[in-house]
């Protein structure tokens, strides 16, 4: 299969999950030595979800100069630290817990803060970083992505890390990213697999503004299941 252009979106077909998931961890090697290279540092935002969290593992012995790392996370569900929906423990428990990057490196969201008042704490930190190097998103089967989800005010909030009340999915509160952190992004890679987005990725071909695609110049790693079969 080759990368495709498809109504304007960016596409690497993948077979399946396992290949939406070496594909992006491919990419983040190959996006860590380029930005080492020419900035001596590589800011990198993590996604939730299985798919990301299957790259994570395939990373863990991956060559790349992890000193030089820094560690973002796009969303964060507002539960104690270390329950076991937070998308912080299952990066640490994939990736984060089996290579040398520096724990001050490791930019985590004070979700258990509240949204507000972690919202603020992480664009302060956020606002110290010129742009990251790369970001990594998935796709709810509503168009979600990040904690940015469809109708919800926060889609409209234009700081750097906006709170998020009253999501569709548990928990109610939590923090994301803005637009303006994602459409600033070096890279952006959107890792969508499974028949339930199928759906979602269709609407999406045919104009509808789903909250994903109001992520600007991103890639998109579609596996068969999610392409309906339409491009893979």
């Known amino acids: ?15 399946d999950a396992d290949a939406v ?3 992006a961890a491919t990419a983040v090697i190959e996006a860590a030595g380029a930005a080492i290279a020419a900035r001596g ?5 993590l996604a939730g979800g299985t798919t990301p969290k299957r790259c994570y593992e395939l990373l863990r012995e991956a060559d790349i100069d992890w000193p030089k790392v820094h560690i973002w996370f796009g969303d964060e569900r507002c539960l104690p630290v270390g329950d076991a ?9 994939a990736l ?7 724990p001050m490196q490791i930019h985590r969201m004070d979700a258990e803060l509240g949204p507000e008042v972690a919202a603020k704490q992480y664009e302060a930190l956020l606002a110290a970083v010129p742009v990251m190097d790369l970001i990594l998103l998935g796709m709810g089967e509503d168009g979600h992505t990040a904690s940015l989800f469809p109708g919800n005010p926060a889609l409209e909030d234009q700081r750097l890390a906006v709170p ?4 569709p999915k548990p ?3 939590r923090v994301s990213m803005g637009y303006a952190v994602l459409n600033a992004a070096r890279r952006c890679l959107i890792m969508v ?14 104009g509808t503004r789903l909250p994903v695609a109001r992520v600007q110049g991103c890639e998109w790693l579609i596996d068969r299941e999610a392409a309906g079969n339409r491009i893979v």
Not at 3 to 15: K, W
Not at 85 to 93: I, V
Not at 96 to 102: D, G, M
């Open 85 to 93: 929906e937070r998308n912080d423990l299952m990066a640490d428990k």
């Open 41 to 45: 540092v590589f800011h990198w935002a």
């Open 193 to 206: 697999a499974g028949a339930g987005k199928a759906d979602a990725i269709s609407r999406i071909q045919n």
């Open 1 to 15: 299969m080759t990368d495709q252009a498809c109504d304007g979106m960016i596409i690497h077909p993948c077979v």
């Open 171 to 173: 928990p109610l509160e």
């Open 164 to 167: 998020v009340y009253n999501s």
């Open 21 to 23: 998931a070496q594909f």
């Open 96 to 102: 984060l817990n089996h290579v040398p990057i520096p």
